[in-house]
Nanobody, 121 residues
Framework: QVQLVEFGGGLVQPGGSLTLSCVATGFAFSLYEMKWYRQRPGQERDLVARIKSGGGIRAYVPSVKGRFSISRDDAKNTVFLQMNSLNTEDTAVYYC??????????????WGQGTQVTVSS
């Protein structure tokens, strides 16, 4: 059974840090690109960071570049999002996504259930 389970959300003060984890089961994790998305209240779900299979290529949206860091541990089927210098604009539900394209079957997407991050004093 395919599952992505996020951990690590919570309440943090502005300027603080949090690390999110996403543990994957039921598929070949190391072959998938992993992404973190977030959905702010009343807004669409937006991509925050991504890391390619193998971990050599990472990318971030401008609003989090220099503050957030994505990494993966393929031995533990886990992807992380280290978030530093958090501000109120980072308040959102954060979702883990696994994505892979194969010529034979097309695109495969898996999603976690989300974890709430609230930045507030």
């Amino acid at each position: 059974q395919v599952q992505l389970v996020e951990f690590g959300g919570g309440l943090v003060q502005p300027g603080g840090s949090l690390t999110l984890s996403c543990v994957a089961t039921g598929f070949a994790f190391s072959l998938y690109e992993m992404k973190w998305y977030r959905q702010r209240p009343g807004q669409e779900r937006d991509l925050v960071a991504r890391i390619k299979s193998g971990g050599g290529i990472r990318a971030y949206v401008p609003s989090v570049k220099g503050r957030f860091s994505i990494s993966r541990d393929d031995a533990k089927n886990t992807v992380f999002l280290q978030m530093n210098s958090l501000n109120t604009e980072d308040t959102a539900v954060y979702y883990c996504n696994a994505n892979r394209f194969e010529e034979s079957i097309g695109e495969t997407d898996y999603w976690g259930q989300g974890t709430q991050v609230t930045v507030s004093s």
